[in-house]
C-alpha cells in the first residue's frame, strides 16, 4: 500500500570530538546544505523535516524548535524523535513514513549531537530508572561489557575475537573521509589499551563525536528525476525489549535484533543473509557486539560468529564487508550515529562511496541500536521494491 | 508478606536532591563576535539578510524565511522601543543555580533601533503602571564584563 | 493517497494535582488498559506505539524504553515523540501516519505527565537558549503574558475579556469527570486571583497535572467494525516558527495557528469555520489566548475576539462551543495535553462526552500550542474523508 | 566593527556550571511493597505473572509479553548466581551528584534463587580474575536502611 521512497542525497558535516567552531544549529545547517546540494535541492524543494538528537547531552531542549532557522523548518511541517542510540534511524524511518504516506513528496531527516557538551554516560545513565538500577548501570559500556562475560562463558569467545572487529572497523574508517578516527591500529594495539570496563578495553568502544547527517527521502516519480541511482527504501523493521537491564532474553542473544532482522528478511525476500546481501552498516557501539550480534543477524549459528571473525568473512575482501565506512568504533555523533548507517549502506547503493566502495552492490542492510536493547533495520536496493 | 489485603500501604516517594550535569556550550562564530561585542565595545552587534533585508538580533547564520546565509554585521540600538512586557511575581527554580528566583522582575521585549527583531532582557522597572508598550528605553552596560547577555546589565526607560 | 483512519477509541486516566499513588508506567498503563477497553481490543490487536512526554519534567529519559510492560510495547515497533506543549498532537499526528501509511492497520498513541515531578515553569526554561534568552523566559506564562500587553495596545483588550474566558473553560470543566480542576469560579475570582506573571493572573493560567491519555488509531475496513461512529481525520496541519523569543512575526497573532489552520480549512473544504466547524478544542494555556488567538482560527476578524467572546459566541449554548471539556485551564497533563483535545473531539463525534456532549457534531477541530509559538490542527468528521 | 577578515576571531565557550533541578519521584504500590520489604524486613519481593508464570525483578504491575496484570507476590533470594558483570575503571560523572565516580567497582547481574529476571546491584571485588559467571552470591543487607535500592549494601561471593 505504501508510496514507493528513496534516498536521493545525503549530507554528512566534518565529524571530530570537538567541533567548538560551530553551535548546535550551525552543525544542522551544515549537514542539511549538504545534503540539499548532494540531492541538487534548494530548501524550497522540502516539504517537510524530522530532525532527532538526545537533547539532556545539550541540556538545550526542543531542538525542533530551536534551530529551525538552520534545519530550514520555518512554517514547514517538523517532529523531533529521540530513542536513545536508535534515533537517528527512527528519524530516517519517520523521514521514510512521511513520503509513503503520500502526504509529502520530498523530506529532509536530520540527526545530529554535540557530544563534547556533556559527559556522555553520565547522561546515558539518566536512561535508566533512578531508583531501581541508574547506579549499577555505567552507561552503554557497562551492560555491553558484561553481557560479553556471558558471551565467552557460554561460546568460549575469546577477547582477540572483538580486538579483530575492532581492528576491521578502525582501518575501515581509514578509507572515510568524514571518520572522526583515522588511524591504523593492530589486534595488540587494542588488548594493550586500558581497561574502561571489564573486558571492553578503550579501542574496542566507540568515541564520542561531534557531528551531524541529513538525508534526503524522496517519492517515486521525483527520485528517479533527482538521483541517476536512488536507494530505494525496501523494509524497514524495528523491535523493542523489556524495561529493566536484568531481563531474561536480552543477555545471550540481541533478541531484537533477531526479531527486527527476521521480519525485514521476510518482507524482503532474503532466505540467506550471508549470501543474499552485499553490505551491511551495523550500529556496532562496541567490537563484542561485533562478535555477538553477528549471529542475531542469522548470518551464522550460536556460537559461529569468532571462527568466521577470524576467517575474515567481514573484512572488506570478504564474502560480507561490515562498515566500510568503520561504522560507530570510528564516528559517534549518538543522535547522527544511527541515520549515518543509512546513510553509507544508501552510499553504497548509490555508487558514491569512494575509497569505501564495495563493488556491485544491489543490497544493503543497515541498523540501529539503543535504549535498553533495542533494534533497528533498515535494507535499501537499487530497484523499486 | 508485606501489604497484606486490609492494611493501607505507605506509598514511597523519593526527592532525587539536585540532579547536577555540567555541560559546555559552544557559541560558535556568531554569537561568540555577538558576545565579543559586548563584552569588548559595549556594542550591540546584529546580522542583515542578503535577500530580504531583515535585521536578526541576536545574530544568527541563516534567515529562517529565506533559508539564506548572513555575513553582514549591523550595529543595532543601544535604544529602542518596549514592544511588550511582563512582570513576572510567580518564584521559580532557575534552573542554573538550583536556587529560587527572587521575584518581582520585568521581562522585556526591546525593538533595537536599526533591528527587525526584539532583544529579551530585563526593566528596571517592576510597577506595570509605570510601564506600557511604545516607551524607549535603553541598555545599561556593566563596568565588568565576561562576554555574556549580561554584560548588559538591564534596560532601563529612558 | 493516504488511507483513510479513525479514531476508535479513547482512555483518559484519573487527572491530578498529584498522582502519589502509581509510578509513571503504572500511569501510562492506566490510560493504555482505558483506551483498549473503550474500543472492545486486547494488546494483541495492537500493531504499533507512539508515546511521548516531556522527558526532562520527569528527569528519567526515553519513556519508549522504561515504560515497555506498561504500554504494551514489548517486540513491538514504539517511537517516542517530544515537541513541546504540542507533543501530544505529534504523537497522535504520528499514531495517524503510522495507519495513514499502510504500514499498520491500529495503532496506539500515548501521551503522559507527572508534572509534580519537578518544577514545571522551570523545566519549561530550558527550551530556551542558556546564553542568548533563558533568564529572560519565565517559562510558558512570561511570554504568553507579554503578549497581551501589545494586545491590549494595539485593539483595547481588557483583562477581563480574559477572565470570560477563564470562567468559561473553569465552568465548563464542572461536566467533565475527567476534569482535574471542578470548581465553579466568576469574573470576580480570576480578577482578584494572585499575579504570576502581569497581566496573567493564577486563574487565568493552566495548572500543572499528572496524568496521561491514550487514543486508538484504526485503518478503514477495521474501524467501521470497531467503532459504531468512528472519529474519522480529515486533516492535520502544523507550523513552525523562529528560533528565538522576539521574532517579528508572533506577538500580535499567532502566525502559525493562522498558516496551520488556512491550510486544514482549505483541505477540508471549510471556509466559514464559525458556522461550518460544531466544536472546538483549543489548546489554551492561559485565557488570554482565548481572545487573542481565536483570530488566528479565522472565526473574526483582528481585532473582534473581544466582542464575540462578551456575546458568549464560544459558550456551550453559542454559535460555536469551545472546550466544552474545560481544556488545559482545567487539566493539563503536559505531555498528554494536546492529545486530550485530539481525544475530546472524537469523543464529540463519536457521540460519547456525555454531560459535555454538544448535539449534532458533524465537525469538530482541535488544536496544540508549544515550544516557542508552534500550532498544530486536527480536523475530524463523522463522515470518511 | 568587530570580527574583520584576516583576524582569527575568538570563539566563547559557556561552562554552565551544575544544572541543577530537584526532582520527586512516585514509587508507586509495586516499588513501595518492594522497598518497604527491604527496609522492614531485608526480604526481597517479586511479581509473579498469572499468565506466563515468571517471577518478575524488581517488582512491576505489567508482564510486558503477556500484557497480563500481576498481583501475586513472592520472596526471592537473598542469594543467587552471577548472570554476567562488569568492572568498571572508566571515571564518569554521577548525574545524582555532579561529581565523579570513585572507580573500579563492580556491577553484577544476579538470577536470584526464585526470580526469572537479575537484579542489578554491586559486588565486593573488583578483581576479574577471581569474579566468574555463574558464581554464587548473597545479598548483604545494611543496618540502618532506608527503603532505597541501597538497603542492600552488595553481593558478595559465598
Ligand atoms: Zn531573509
Ligand atoms: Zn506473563
Known amino acids: ?385 | 508478606m508485606a501489604g497484606t489485603a486490609g492494611e493501607t500501604p505507605e506509598l514511597i516517594k523519593v526527592h532525587s536532591g539536585a540532579v547536577e550535569v555540567p555541560y559546555d556550550w559552544h557559541c560558535g562564530p556568531y554569537w561568540s563576535r555577538f558576545f565579543r561585542g559586548l563584552r569588548d565595545e559595549k556594542k550591540i552587534y546584529a546580522t542583515k539578510c542578503p535577500s530580504c533585508g531583515r535585521v536578526y538580533i541576536p545574530p544568527r547564520e541563516v534567515c529562517g524565511p529565506c533559508f539564506a546565509r548572513m555575513d553582514e554585521w549591523v550595529e543595532v540600538g543601544p535604544e529602542g522601543v518596549i514592544e511588550m512586557f511582563t512582570v513576572v511575581r510567580l518564584p521559580y527554580t532557575n534552573p542554573s543555580t538550583g536556587e529560587p528566583l527572587s521575584v518581582p522582575y520585568t521581562d522585556v521585549y526591546v525593538r533595537l533601533d536599526g533591528a527587525d527583531t526584539s532583544l529579551m532582557h530585563w526593566l528596571d522597572e517592576t510597577d506595570e503602571k509605570k510601564i506600557a508598550v511604545g516607551m524607549r528605553v535603553r541598555a545599561v552596560f556593566r563596568d565588568k564584563r565576561t562576554g555574556t547577555m549580561h554584560d548588559i546589565e538591564h534596560f532601563k526607560l529612558i
Open chain 1, 1 to 385: 500500500m505504501a508510496r514507493r521512497t528513496a534516498i536521493v542525497g545525503i549530507g554528512q558535516t566534518y565529524h571530530c570530538a570537538r567541533r567548538d567552531d560551530v553551535n548546535g544549529q550551525e552543525l544542522i545547517n551544515e549537514a542539511v546544505t549538504r545534503a540539499l546540494e548532494d540531492a541538487g535541492l534548494t530548501m524550497k524543494d522540502i516539504d517537510a523535516i524530522v530532525i532527532g538528537n538526545m537533547d539532556h547531552f545539550e541540556a538545550i531542549n526542543y531542538v525542533d524548535g530551536w534551530s529551525v532557522d538552520g534545519s530550514g523548518a520555518f512554517m514547514r511541517p517538523i517532529m523531533k524523535l529521540t530513542t536513545g542510540g536508535t534515533s537517528g534511524m527512527t528519524v530516517a524511518t519517520a523521514g521514510y513514513y512521511h513520503v509513503a504516506s503520500g502526504f509529502f513528496d520530498v523530506v529532509l531527516a536530520i540527526g545530529w549531537e554535540m557530544n563534547s557538551s556533556s559527559d556522555t554516560t553520565a547522561a546515558i545513565t539518566t536512561c535508566c530508572q533512578p531508583l531501581i538500577e541508574r547506579d549499577f548501570f555505567a552507561g552503554a559500556i557497562g551492560p555491553l561489557a558484561a553481557e560479553y562475560t556471558a558471551y565467552i562463558k557460554r561460546f568460549g569467545a575469546t577477547e582477540e575475537d572483538a580486538a579483530l572487529v575492532s581492528v576491521r572497523d578502525h582501518n575501515n574508517a581509514l578509507n572515510n573521509p568524514h571518520a572522526h578516527l583515522r588511524t591504523r591500529i593492530t589486534v595488540e594495539d587494542v588488548m594493550k589499551s586500558p581497561v574502561l570496563c571489564y573486558p571492553i578495553k578503550l579501542l574496542d568502544m566507540c568515541p564520542r563525536s561531534d557531528g551531524a547527517c541529513a538525508l534526503i527521502y524522496a517519492c517515486e516519480g521525483k527520485a528517479e528525476k533527482l538521483a541517476p541511482r536512488p536507494a530505494w527504501v525496501h523494509t524497514i523493521a524495528g523491535s523493542r525489549d523489556f524495561v529493566y537491564m536484568g531481563e531474561p532474553f536480552q543477555h545471550e542473544e540481541l533478541i531484537t535484533l533477531e526479531r527486527a532482522s527476521a521480519r525485514a528478511y521476510k518482507r524482503a525476500g532474503i532466505t540467506d543473509p550471508l549470501k543474499e546481501i552485499d553490505v551491511m552498516e551495523l550500529y556496532l557501539p562496541a567490537s563484542t557486539t561485533g562478535v555477538k550480534w553477528m549471529e542475531s543477524l542469522w548470518v551464522c549459528g550460536r556460537g559461529e560468529a569468532p571462527r568466521l571473525i577470524r576467517e575474515g568473512v567481514f573484512n572488506m575482501d570478504g564474502q560480507l564487508p561490515v562498515n566500510p565506512s568503520g561504522g560507530p568504533l570510528a564516528t559517534n555523533p549518538i543522535g547522527a550515529t544511527a541515520m549515518i548507517r543509512v546513510g553509507e549502506a544508501a552510499l553504497q547503493i548509490m555508487g558514491k562511496a569512494g575509497d569505501r566502495q564495495v563493488p556491485n552492490v544491489r543490497t544493503a542492510l543497515a541498523t540501529a541500536f539503543g535504549s535498553c536493547s533495542w533494534s533497528d533495520v533498515t535494507i535499501l536496493r537499487d530497484t523499486k521494491p
